[in-house]
T-cell receptor, first 114, second 114 residues
Framework: DADVTQTPRNRITKTGKRIMLECSQT?????MYWYRQDPGLGLQLIYY???????NKGEISDGYSVSRQAQAKFSLSLESAIPNQTALYFC?????????????FGEGSRLTVL | AQSVTQLGSHVSVSEGALVLLRCNYS??????LFWYVQYPNQGLQLLLK??????LVKGINGFEAEFKKSETSFHLTKPSAHMSDAAEYFC????????????FGSGTKLNVKP
């Protein structure tokens, strides 16, 4: 089983619908992240969380919200989806045990908003 | 904030040829540096990273990268390309004194011709 699991892997929805993307991890990491990937733009940080009570906005948080339900679970919500939120979304984790720790990624959730 | 520049959104090489993917960062203080690879329909996997010590870093699948402070660069190389190297490659950095955020380049798609 993957260390970082994202559900759903693919989702097609309509403008105005509420969407939740879920992420769970078995790595025991405290730090969790949501990124958005668009062709030619690399990865942009949406939100990040360093523990259950710590939530921080990233570069592009408008239109998104998150919930850290437990150390192992971090959900991303689109309250009212719009077409320009069509993208590939990645959840990632990292260890807080000193600097230089890398990110571990899930396999991605491809969202299409019609 | 940091910026990461990857020159060339698409690079094409013949099988057996040298692979060179370029990455430059903007910080005046050397950051921690990472290269990730993304195969189709998968998440990002760590290829290699530089934190301290030897400036030539070896990674998985025969890739290596050299940190050059004077050039603010961390270019990725592989002496002989293999068909299985076809993927998208991302350079990323975290700041040495604030390693909470990762900054990604826009990615380089590597095509390997038979």
């Amino acid at each position: 089983d993957a260390d970082v699991t994202q559900t759903p892997r693919n989702r097609i929805t309509k403008t105005g619908k509420r969407i939740m993307l879920e992420c769970s991890q078995t790595k025991g990491h405290d730090r969790m992240y949501w990124y958005r990937q668009d062709p030619g733009l690399g990865l942009q940080l949406i939100y990040y969380s360093f523990d259950v009570k710590d939530i921080n906005k990233g570069e592009i948080s408008d239109g998104y919200s998150v919930s850290r339900q437990a150390q192992a679970k971090f959900s991303l919500s689109l309250e009212s989806a719009i077409p320009n939120q069509t993208a590939l979304y990645f959840c990632a984790t990292s260890s807080d045990r000193g600097p230089g720790g890398e990110l571990f990624f899930g396999e991605g959730s491809r969202l299409t908003v019609l | 904030a940091q910026s990461v520049t990857q020159l060339g959104s698409h690079v094409s090489v013949s099988e057996g040829a040298l692979v060179l993917l370029r990455c430059n960062y903007s910080s005046s203080v050397p950051p921690y540096l990472f290269w990730y690879v993304q195969y189709p329909n998968q998440g990002l996997q760590l290829l290699l990273k530089y934190t301290t010590g030897a400036t030539l870093v070896k990674g998985i699948n025969g890739f290596e990268a050299e940190f050059k402070k004077s050039e603010t660069s961390f270019h990725l190389t592989k002496p002989s390309a293999h068909m299985s190297d076809a993927a998208e490659y991302f350079c990323a950095v975290t700041e040495r004194y604030n390693f909470n955020k990762f900054y990604f380049g826009s990615g380089t798609k590597l095509n390997v011709k038979p």
